[in-house]
Nanobody, 127 residues
Framework: QVQLVESGGGLVQAGGSLRLSCAAS????????MGWVRQAPGKVREFVAA????????YYADSVKGRFTISRDNAKNTVYLQMNSLKPEDTAVYYC????????????????????WGQGTQVTVSS
């Protein structure tokens, strides 16, 4: 079994920054992909960013491109989401997600691609 635990959420003013972390335990994703998905109140889950095991592939939603950066430290089994220039519309619960296999392709930009999920961390951006 795999456990994903997010941390780093909080309240920040518009224009500020936060860094989310996702620590994975249990089975390691030696060939998989990790992603961040968010859900705002009353809305469906929305893809934010994804990265493969080797960090050779990264994907971003258009709404966060140029402001957010996804990265991973495989030695620590941890994935990060650096969020800069935050906007009120970034307010949501952010979930870490993972899948054990990934070769290539943009299907990891869909929340349905992921098998494992964390409990989520709240990010609130005030105007």
């Amino acid at each position: 079994q795999v456990q994903l635990v997010e941390s780093g959420g909080g309240l920040v003013q518009a224009g500020g920054s936060l860094r989310l972390s996702c620590a994975a335990s249990g089975r390691t994703f030696s060939t998989g992909a990790m992603g961040w998905v968010r859900q705002a109140p009353g809305k469906v889950r929305e893809f934010v960013a994804a990265i493969n095991w080797s960090s050779a592939f990264t994907y971003y939603a258009d709404s966060v491109k140029g402001r957010f950066t996804i990265s991973r430290d495989n030695a620590k089994n941890t994935v990060y989401l650096q969020m800069n220039s935050l906007k009120p519309e970034d307010t949501a619960v952010y979930y870490c997600a993972g899948r054990p296999t990934y070769l290539s392709g943009t299907y990891v930009t869909s929340p349905t691609a992921y098998i494992y999920w964390g409990q989520g961390t709240q990010v609130t951006v005030s105007s």
